[in-house]
Nanobody, 118 residues
Framework: QLQASGGGLVQAGGSLRLSCTASGSIFSGNAMRWFRQAPGTQRELVAAISTGGTTTHADSVKGRFTISRDNARNTVYLQMNNLRPEDTGVYYC??????????????WGQGTQVTVSS
């Protein structure tokens, strides 16, 4: 129900854009979020956008990453600029009622790998 794409291998300082497409009913009724998980770490919230377009970004990515949503395409994007090696991880798309808390009813995409080389 959530299909993520756009990951890959990039050098430090480079850019990637992640995309996540959801079914219409899921997309229109939920906040959309990107999480990431590096090996040996817990999954962390990277950015979120409400149904009305309010956004929030983790301090570690502020000024470098931008989340946006295209309601006509049922797609959420994560534009990642000036990537750093510490941004490496699996990035997961999520749809849920809350921008900040994970709930059992949330929907998850399959994850897309982002690797930043130094």
């Amino acid at each position: 129900q959530l299909q993520a794409s756009g990951g890959g291998l990039v050098q430090a300082g480079g850019s990637l854009r992640l995309s996540c497409t959801a079914s219409g009913s899921i997309f229109s009724g939920n906040a959309m979020r990107w999480f990431r998980q590096a090996p040996g770490t817990q999954r962390e919230l990277v950015a979120a956008i409400s149904t009305g377009g309010t956004t929030t970004h983790a301090d570690s990515v502020k000024g470098r990453f931008t989340i946006s949503r295209d309601n006509a395409r049922n797609t959420v994007y994560l534009q990642m600029n000036n990537l750093r090696p510490e941004d490496t991880g699996v990035y997961y798309c999520n749809a849920g009622l809350s921008m900040f808390t994970v709930q059992r009813r949330d929907y998850w995409g399959q994850g897309t790998q982002v690797t930043v080389s130094s």
